[in-house]
């Protein structure tokens, strides 16, 4: 079965500065889609960044970029001149490519990045 | 935009009774998904449904059912409420079986006393 794991529950981050969000993941699966998942205090959740494991380029989009490494199945999120909006809960997710009744998201238990002005 | 409704954010019921979690999309998607959410444990799958009248079984569906009469609505339902079930539920949706990300709805914080 794919696990997924997010390793730092919490992380703290100044205002401008980068961080990155560790994620690592366990398939035996060749196809499949990573995603990371933002839950600010609102509770809804916002799909930030999508990666498809057959591609080797790296996702971006806008100040978030993610290092893909599908030997090591690590999917690391990077958030470039963070912000006080970006203070969030993120979730790293799994999703298989096979499709059918079978292809749920699987989520990691979570980080916490707090932002400081 | 793309829609998930939930109808309840902050729900408080007793141990024993019947409970109801509605779930609407605008979207007309096939999937529609419910999770719990707890701290430190993420979020887990609790059912799903891929098709009007059908379900399967997500990774901790023992306490819940669900009932989906219109590819819009996906209810979960609480059997019997019982304190270990305090959590906050999410429900999404998605378009197909494939690597599209889910939309999530505001989800429902569900205390159990």
């Known amino acids: 079965a794919q696990t997924v794991t997010q390793s730092q529950p919490e992380m703290s981050v100044q205002e401008a500065e980068t961080v990155t969000l560790s994620c690592t993941y366990d398939?035996?699966?060749?196809?499949?889609?990573l995603f990371w998942y933002k839950q600010p205090p609102s509770r809804q959740m916002i799909l930030v960044i999508r990666q498809e494991a057959y591609k080797q380029q790296n996702a971006t989009e806008n100040r978030f970029s993610v290092n893909f490494q599908k030997a090591a199945k690590s999917f690391s999120l990077k958030i470039s001149d963070s912000q006080l909006g970006d203070a969030a809960m993120y979730f790293c997710a799994y999703r298989t490519a096979r499709g059918g009744a079978t292809n749920k998201l699987i989520f990691g238990t979570g980080t916490l990045l707090a932002v400081q002005p | 935009d793309v829609k998930v409704t939930q109808s309840s954010r902050y729900l408080v019921k007793r141990t024993g009774e019947k409970v109801f979690l509605e779930c609407v999309q605008d979207?007309?998607?096939?999937?529609m998904f419910w999770y719990r959410q707890d701290p430190g444990l993420g979020l887990r799958l609790i059912y799903f449904?891929?098709?009007?009248?059908m379900k399967e079984k997500g990774d901790i569906p023992e306490g819940y059912s669900v009932s989906r009469e219109k590819k819009e609505r996906f209810s979960l339902i609480l059997e019997s409420a019982s304190t270990n079930q305090t959590s906050m539920y999410l429900c999404?949706?998605?378009?197909?079986?494939w690597g599209n990300g889910y939309t999530f709805g505001s989800g429902t914080r569900l205390t159990v006393v």
């Open positions: 398939t035996s699966e060749s196809d499949y889609y």
């Open positions: 449904s891929y098709d009007v009248k």
């Open positions: 979207m007309d998607h096939e999937n």
């Open positions: 999404a949706s998605s378009p197909d079986r």
